[in-house]
């Protein structure tokens, strides 16, 4: 686009005139800026989650000794005599284990995130491509992951992954190259 | 040595409010101007223009430089005018052969000025041309907008507007030779 006639266009197009914004709308921007810069969301939205994971993983633990306590208490023999009886039930195996504390924390910076910012992402919900239940994709991830259902021939999936993808991240635009992987063929 | 947008825009997503403020100053004149004369109502324009600007305040902390800057900001900018124009029954990217087939929609040529002055011949030149800019397909206008406002090459603007550059190379082709046809009278 060098022609000498192009020049011409672009040059006339230059003297319409230059608006800008007023001063009002600079304003407002540069002060949304200010205030978003000021709030360090990276900071405290990590914050508050964790201290919220915290308490979950804290209060799980007290009612889970307390929950083995009373259990030990009612299994221990009232009298010498009745020691023997209750030595085998004392054996068996303690009740279902609790939720490790991991998967509390792992499941808490969810709290933190902005509606838009939590889609079903799909780790939940590829079986084997999935890189772990609460770990979460990023869009790019999940790109590819989509790519990897797409060659291994699971389209129905991929599709579906694909228009879950779409509904998560309207505004995402899709590079090509990636889009060639992702769409089907 | 000056910072770079992308320096600046990854300076604000670290906290840093006059990164920011720099490089609003760098791209405000030209991105209003190209919602403006895209959209032509000012204030539908000067909302869009904030609602761009306040994506990337927005999405700042994921921002990562894979292209220029520009390109991203004007990718936003692409996507919201796409949010804009289907709200309103319009769909920006043409099929292309209504690029080919689309007559130049141009008002009547003005009668020719009776007086030879030079002044009053450019100001006529002027309008013709920004009538011209107006009445062009969305598609072709954005084009020539990005690359005159935004400074984006024919494979940035690609990338802006998910086309590829052939179908941009043709958009810009027609838009050019109408504003042309336009100075011409």
């Known amino acids: ?185 | 040595m000056e910072a770079t947008d992308e320096q600046l825009m990854l300076a604000y997503a670290a906290g840093d409010a006059a990164a920011f403020d720099k490089l609003y100053a760098r791209h405000r004149g030209g991105l209003y101007r190209f919602v403006l004369r895209g959209i032509k109502e000012r204030g539908v324009a000067e909302e869009l223009f904030q609602e761009i600007w306040m994506r990337v305040i927005e999405v700042r902390l994921r921002y990562a430089p894979r292209a220029r800057f520009t390109t991203w900001l004007y990718t936003i900018a692409h996507n919201r005018m796409v949010d804009h124009w289907r709200k309103r029954g319009l769909n920006i990217v043409p099929l292309e052969r209504n690029d080919v087939d689309d007559p130049v929609p141009l008002e009547p040529a003005a009668e020719p000025a009776r007086e030879p002055q030079r002044q009053a011949e450019t100001n006529e030149q002027l309008e013709r041309l920004f009538r011209a800019l107006e009445a062009l397909p969305p598609a072709q206008s954005e084009v020539f907008l990005m690359r005159e406002e935004g400074g984006l090459s024919l494979e940035e603007i690609a990338a802006a507007t998910g086309s590829n550059q052939e179908a941009v190379k043709s958009r810009l082709r027609y838009a050019v030779a109408k504003l042309r046809g336009a100075l011409d009278g």
């Open chain 1, 1 to 185: 686009m060098a022609e000498p006639e192009d020049d011409k266009v672009a040059e006339r197009y230059r003297a319409l005139g230059r608006e800008e914004p007023p001063p009002e709308l600079d304003a407002r921007i540069l002060d949304a800026a200010r205030r978003a810069a000021q709030s360090r969301p990276g900071r405290r939205r990590w914050m508050l989650p964790a201290s919220i994971a915290a308490v979950i993983v804290l209060s799980v633990g007290v009612a889970l000794q307390v929950q083995r306590e009373r259990s030990d208490l009612m299994d221990q023999p009232a009298t010498p005599a009745e020691a023997g009886k209750a030595a085998a039930p004392a054996l068996k195996p303690s009740p279902a284990p609790a939720p490790p504390a991991s998967d509390n924390v792992m499941r808490a910076p969810a709290l933190e995130r902005k509606p838009q910012d939590l889609p079903a992402r799909p780790a939940a919900r590829s079986g084997s491509l999935s890189a772990g239940r609460s770990v979460e994709a990023s869009p790019e991830q999940w790109l590819t992951q989509i790519a990897e259902l797409r060659r291994a021939g699971r389209d129905d999936e991929a599709d579906r992954q694909l228009a879950e993808f779409r509904r998560r991240y309207p505004d995402y635009r899709i590079p090509q190259p990636i889009r060639q992987k992702v769409e089907p063929r």
